[in-house]
């Protein structure tokens, strides 16, 4: 499966990422996350992508309703990928529309990014 979330403590989310990402199973991660906010959680959201290949095309990717609903919640987001995803994962993630900080980190990165994450 091309995309996994896993909770771990303290409000730690891993959504693990690759081949192609489909709106659907994205979707799904999304509805997993908000019934996590709805209990009472601020999520920490730690992106992997690995071997990824991009976001799942001629599908309709304009669906705001768990960013404005939700992003507030959302405490950080840190993704960890390849640098040719910058642009594409920093828009994606709402970077610059969301209250949370959203930072970049490079696959041998990952320790780093956990650590920004608890800071």
Known sequence: MPATLD???NDLCVLRVSGTLKQSEFA???NLLARKIDGGAK?????????F???????????LDFLIAYSGAIAKIA???EPRW???????????????????FLPDQ??????????
């Open 7 to 9: 909770f771990e403590e």
């Open 28 to 30: 799904e991660k999304q």
């Open 43 to 51: 999520p920490r959201l730690l992106v992997i992508s690995e071997n």
């Open 53 to 63: 290949e991009g976001w799942e095309r001629n599908t309709d990717w304009n669906d």
């Open 79 to 81: 993704i960890v990928a």
């Open 86 to 104: 910058d642009a594409h994962a920093l828009a994606f993630a709402g970077a610059g529309v969301r209250s949370a900080p959203v930072k970049i």
């Open 110 to 119: 990952l320790e780093e990014a956990r650590t920004w994450l608890a800071e």
